[in-house]
């Protein structure tokens, strides 16, 4: 059924940056508005960004706004996170997950699939 795969997660200094990728199969990436979410070592998940299924609408985390974008691509079924400007306070493992619904929400327990996560370490 609906799969999601998360790369692009890796080690970076102190003000670098990455690119995520999460790419879906089983399902059309253009009936789901698509989020990230992060849980950093004994913290809780918390959300970083959301985009609507045609990508004319996003919503971020306050602390990471104008660091980092979220960006869809339907056609190749694949939705994007854009992270500039790293803080060691970044660090976490990072998921996308996907909702079937048409509305924007920032709780993870409106998302119906969940990718494996990825990595992302910034070191000081």
């Known amino acids: 059924q609906v799969q999601l795969v998360e790369s692009g997660g890796g080690l970076v200094q102190d003000g670098g940056s990455l690119r995520l990728s999460c790419a879906m199969s089983?399902?059309?990436?253009?009936?789901?508005?698509m989020g990230w979410f992060r849980q950093a070592p004994e913290k809780e998940r918390e959300f970083v960004a959301v985009i609507s299924r045609s990508g004319a609408s996003a919503f971020y985390k306050d602390s990471v706004k104008g660091r980092i974008t979220i960006s869809r691509d339907n056609t190749k079924n694949t939705v994007y996170l854009q992270m500039n400007s790293l803080k060691p306070e970044d660090t976490a493992v990072y998921y996308c997950?996907?909702?079937?619904?048409?509305?924007?929400?920032?709780?993870?327990?409106?998302?119906?699939?969940w990718g494996q996560g990825t990595q992302v370490t910034v070191s000081s």
């Open positions: 997950a996907a909702d079937p619904g048409n509305s924007i929400y920032i709780s993870a327990s409106h998302y119906d699939y």
């Open positions: 089983g399902r059309t990436l253009s009936s789901y508005t």
